[in-house]
């Protein structure tokens, strides 16, 4: 073995074992039933995972994100958990899970598990066992059960509605065939929320955060961290009320919403993070709590979760001054709490950066409304208002500036290769909850969770030996990674080299800027004197003195075109 190699090896097992590896990760988001089908049912598996390790070694990622590959009915493509303490039969088997975890590992790439604990499926045990208990039963009592208003309970207890569209309320029958008691689902239906006043769910939840640490997963990510714990004191405020009650600009501020963000919830973290400090390193953990700006470093605390998206650039246009407000503001945010900041682009709940990118600004192109001019996504719409060159090229720009800021970047999967949202997928094929219960409204999330295309060619594009469960367009083969792979300038060799260079670049979590005289061009340097600077215009600039390191689209004698980063040193 040469020294470098060697020296490649030491340094590789000494981030790996680093308590603070999380910092500063390149974490690639899995979607497991979209990535890789081993046997050939249409259905991405653990296997198929397991077997794109190489894949993923080679992008120099620290870290997988696998969304929830729990047993499911796929009411919301696995947010709907049957156990939480199994691998769906459809993805393998607990040792599959093994040894997939064991592969990732030897790569030098840790293991989060997607964990979802503010409701269950309506096929765990425990809602089929309430459902066959009676009303005040300690079965009931795992969920939120209430009484109907009207005469005869008929009506739901509050006019509430679900985040897919509908009522948050859902009628059941009884045991003796008589119409019941409502339960409360945030999400969908067959999501009923747990209450989480119920020691049994805390300790539960304890049991499965060792249950997977023990087999190896490294963090967690918490999802909906901000809704478990409610307080539904009756009587229930109406919409209305609670609108005229909310007095944070954008959200509820106060914590006294009786069910996003309550400051009760982070009792449950602060248990969390007891268990999760157990281990060496401790398990780590990142929050999805959409909520007030404000509150979110209570979820990122060290007492608690560790840390929580931040979804500011995900909703931001492509735009300098929006950008260099949000990482400013951001990166103080986590110096103050101890943290280090988040950023994403694209996951699972959003329409893919590459294709918000090119539509006109302000659109964002997140959960596009079919009834305010946005058809464009609904299948058959009309897409001139897409430029699929600009919007591709704006995304490798905005990824090649958020991989060289201080923090965890968190990739999905498909990003890497400069994948468009999918628009073209026939309603009868349509699976998200949101786009049925949201019918002609909300479009859903279907678009960006399309099986991924490995091959130019062939059966669902290499992607299996069957068909994709979600349909791929013909177009997906020039995405494809067998297309890219080694070629100068594809998206995915920009992904790869800007992921290697950023391990050996990143060092302390400073960034400064530097100031450009022009508005439309951030520039910024972190310690060792690595640089980026992205040109948001539309004309070329001159660049900094220094070696040009990585580009997001080539150079213009020299200078930096629009719509580009580069890094220098
Ligand atoms: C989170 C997930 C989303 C899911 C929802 C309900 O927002 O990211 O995919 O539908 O929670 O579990």
């Known amino acids: 073995m040469s020294t470098t190699a060697t020296l490649a090896t030491l340094s590789d097992d000494h981030r790996f074992a680093d308590p603070n590896w999380w910092r500063q990760a390149s974490v690639y988001q899995i979607y497991p039933r979209s990535f890789s089908d081993s046997n050939g049912d249409g259905l991405g598996d653990i296997k198929g995972i397991t077997a794109k390790v190489p894949y993923l070694q080679s992008l120099a990622i620290d870290a997988v994100w696998l969304s929830p590959f729990y047993p499911s009915a796929l009411a919301d493509g696995g947010y709907d958990v049957d156990d939480y303490r199994d691998v769906d039969p459809k993805l393998g088997t607990l040792d599959d899970f093994d040894e997939m975890a064991a592969a990732l590992h030897a790569a030098g790439i840790k293991l989060i598990a997607d964990i979802v604990p503010n409701h269950s499926s309506d096929r765990h045990e425990w809602f089929r066992e309430a459902l066959a208990s009676p009303k005040g039963s300690p079965a009931r009592d795992r969920y939120i059960f209430r009484d109907g208003k009207g005469p005869n309970g008929e009506f739901p207890p509050s006019d509430w509605d679900s985040v897919f569209g509908g009522s948050a309320w859902e009628r059941i029958t009884e045991p003796d065939g008589t119409p019941g008691q409502w339960y409360m689902h945030i999400f969908a239906k067959e999501q009923p929320d747990l209450n989480w006043a119920n020691r049994e769910i805390r300790d539960d939840f304890l049991k499965t955060l060792r249950f997977w640490s023990d087999r190896g997963v490294d963090g967690f990510r918490v999802d909906v961290a901000h809704a478990l714990v409610k307080d539904l004191t009756e009587p229930l405020l109406s919409k209305l009320e609670l609108s005229a009650a909310n007095t944070g600009t954008d959200g509820f501020d106060d914590g006294s919403h009786p069910f996003w963000d309550r400051d009760e919830v982070h ?152 994948l468009q949202e999918v628009a073209e997928i026939p309603e009868s094929e349509r699976q998200d909850p949101s786009f049925f219960r949201n019918r002609g409204v909300e479009v859903g999330r279907d678009g960006c969770r399309v099986p991924l295309p490995w091959a130019a060619e062939g059966s669902s594009f290499g992607f299996g030996d069957g068909g994709a469960h979600l349909p791929q367009p013909a177009w997906f083969s020039k995405y494809a990674v067998e297309v890219q792979d080694g070629v100068e300038g594809s998206t995915l060799e920009m992904y790869r080299t800007a992921l290697k260079l950023r391990r050996e670049l990143q060092t302390a979590e400073e960034l400064e800027w530097i100031e450009t005289g022009n508005p439309e061009v951030l520039h910024f340097s972190r310690p060792g004197g690595w640089q980026s600077v992205t040109n948001f215009g539309e004309t070329a600039v001159d660049l900094p003195a220094g070696t040009v390191l990585v580009s997001s689209a080539p150079l213009e004698d020299g200078r930096l075109p629009g719509n580009t980063t580069a890094w220098l040193r």
């Open 267 to 418: 009792e449950v973290y602060a248990e969390w993070r007891e268990v999760f400090n157990e281990y060496n390193p401790p398990r780590t953990a990142v929050a999805e709590a959409w909520v007030h700006a404000t509150r979110r470093p209570r979820y990122a605390s060290p007492q608690g979760l560790g840390q929580a998206f931040n979804f500011d650039l995900l909703q931001a246009d492509f735009d300098a001054e929006e950008f260099k407000e949000i990482i400013t503001r951001n990166l103080a945010e986590a110096a103050a709490t101890g943290a280090s900041s988040t950023w994403v682009f694209s996951n699972h709940d959003v329409v893919r950066h590459a294709t918000r990118y090119g539509l006109p600004k302000g659109s964002k192109g997140k959960h596009p409304k079919g009834q305010d001019g946005k058809t464009w996504l609904l299948a058959g719409g009309p897409k001139e208002e897409l430029d699929v060159e600009l919007g591709e090229r704006r995304a490798r720009a905005a990824t090649l500036l958020m991989l060289a800021v201080p923090g965890s970047a968190y990739l999905y999967q498909g990003e890497e290769l400069g």
